[in-house]
């Protein structure tokens, strides 16, 4: 499996996690030297992007989690991970790591994120 993301959990609306991904040594290469990001889906809704990080550490994020979300990598690591705080219910949903364009045969079972109010 190329990419294995955790860290999901329910949390109380305001709350925080902080979800992991951790690419193997057959994805070493590619995780290098590729944008990567975090995206999600909520239950019944298209998969879309919530923020990016270039192989040097530019990020961008969706106007959404814009200011309530961090992502940030170790290329030594091989991980991905993404900070999310003030957590609101419409942050519900399965979240996945891929490269950005994203790698289709990369998609992992993500981690389930649910924010209750």
């Known amino acids: 499996v190329p990419l294995v993301e955790s860290g999901g959990g329910s949390v109380q609306a305001g709350g925080s996690l902080r979800l992991s991904c951790v690419g193997s040594r057959s994805s070493r290469s590619n995780f290098l030297g590729s944008t990567m990001a975090w995206y999600h889906q909520g239950l019944g809704k298209q998969r879309d992007r919530v923020a990016t990080?270039?192989?040097?550490?530019?990020?961008g994020y969706g106007d959404s989690v814009k200011g309530r979300f961090t992502i940030s990598r170790d290329n030594a690591k091989n991980t991905l991970w993404l900070q999310m705080d003030n957590l609101k219910p419409e942050d519900s949903a399965v979240y996945y790591c891929n490269t950005h364009p994203p790698i289709r045969p990369w998609w992992g079972q993500g981690t389930q994120v649910t924010v209750s109010s």
């Open positions: 990080i270039t192989r040097d550490g530019s990020t």
